[in-house]
C-alpha cells in the first residue's frame, strides 16, 4: 500500500482528497502548513513516503520551498504540485524545483488520480507496482482481490479483501481501531467495535486451516497485530 503525504492549507480540500484517496487504497497522512508536512517527513532516516501532493501557497513554508528541501535529500520520490498557479513561468519554476508533474485547481478528480497512479508506477515497489503481497504461506492477490493459503483458493468480500490487504502492508505493526477504520471504511461512517470484531471473526475464520498459525491477533482494548506469532502489546 503505496504511502501519501498530501499538504494543502484549504482543510475542507485537504480532507476530501484524503478520503478519496483512501477509497483508492492508499495510506494518506494530510498536513495543513508546510512546516507541518517537513516535520513528517524528517520523522525517518528515509523518505517515508512514495508521493508527495504538494500545494504551492501554504503557511509557514512554502509547496515550492517544500519541494526544494526534499530534492536536497530524496532525488527519486515522486512529487505532484496541486495548485490555483497556473501560468506557464509558475509551471516551470515548479517543475525546475524538482516536482515530477503539475495539476492546477479547480481539477477533475479522475485526472488526480490517474496522475497519482501514473506517478506511483514509476517507482518500484509502491501502489499498483505489486499485485501480490505475501506473508508466510498467504499470499493476496491484489488485482482479483482473492487470497491463497498453502495453495488454497479464499474469496473475499470488499471489506474482507480491504482489511487483509491493510493487515498485510502492515505486519507485526500494533494497528488500532481508528486506524483500521480509517482505511477499511474511508469515506463511511464508522461502524461499532461489534462490527469491527465480527469482521475480523469473518476474516479469521477464512484464513483458518488445520495446524496452521493464526495471523490475527487481538490486543485488548487497542486494536489487532498481524503475523504469523502474537507479538506483546
Known amino acids: 500500500m503505496a504511502r501519501i503525504l498530501l499538504v494543502d492549507d484549504e482543510v475542507e480540500l485537504a480532507d476530501s482528497l484524503a478520503q478519496q484517496l483512501r477509497r483508492e487504497g492508499y495510506t494518506v497522512d494530510v498536513a495543513y502548513t508546510g512546516g507541518r508536512a517537513w516535520e513528517l517527513l524528517q520523522k525517518s532516516p528515509a523518505l517515508p513516503y512514495d508521493l508527495l501532493v504538494l500545494d504551492w501557497m501554504l503557511p509557514e513554508l512554502s509547496g515550492l520551498s517544500l ?98 490487504e491493510y493487515f498485510m502492508t502492515h505486519p507485526g505493526q500494533l494497528l488500532t481501531h481508528d486506524q483500521i477504520y480509517e482505511q477499511v471504511w474511508a469515506g463511511e461512517d464508522p461502524p461499532s467495535s461489534n462490527v469491527l470484531a465480527a469482521q475480523v471473526r469473518l476474516l479469521r475464520r477464512r484464513l483458518r486451516l488445520p495446524g496452521a498459525a493464526e495471523l490475527i491477533h487481538a490486543v485488548y482494548g487497542k486494536g489487532y497485530r498481524f503475523g504469523p506469532v502474537a507479538e506483546n502489546p
Not at 69 to 81: S, Y
Not at 98 to 123: H, N, Q, S, W
Request: aromatic share 6%; charged share 35%; hydrophobic share 35%.
Open 67 to 164: 519541494c526544494q528541501r526534499v530534492r536536497q535529500v530524496d532525488c527519486t520520490t515522486p512529487i505532484l504540485f496541486l495548485t490555483a498557479r497556473d501560468t506557464l513561468d509558475d509551471r516551470v519554476e515548479g517543475l525546475d524545483a524538482g516536482a515530477d508533474d503539475y495539476l492546477v485547481k479547480p481539477f477533475e478528480l479522475r485526472e488526480l488520480l490517474a496522475r497519482v497512479r501514473a506517478l506511483l508506477r514509476r517507482t518500484t515497489g509502491t501502489g499498483e507496482g505489486i499485485p501480490r503481497l505475501q506473508i508466510g504461506d498467504l499470499e493476496l492477490d491484489r488485482e482479483n482481490q482473492v487470497a491463497y493459503r498453502q495453495g488454497r483458493m479464499i474469496h473475499l468480500s470488499q471489506k474482507e479483501f480491504r482489511l487483509l
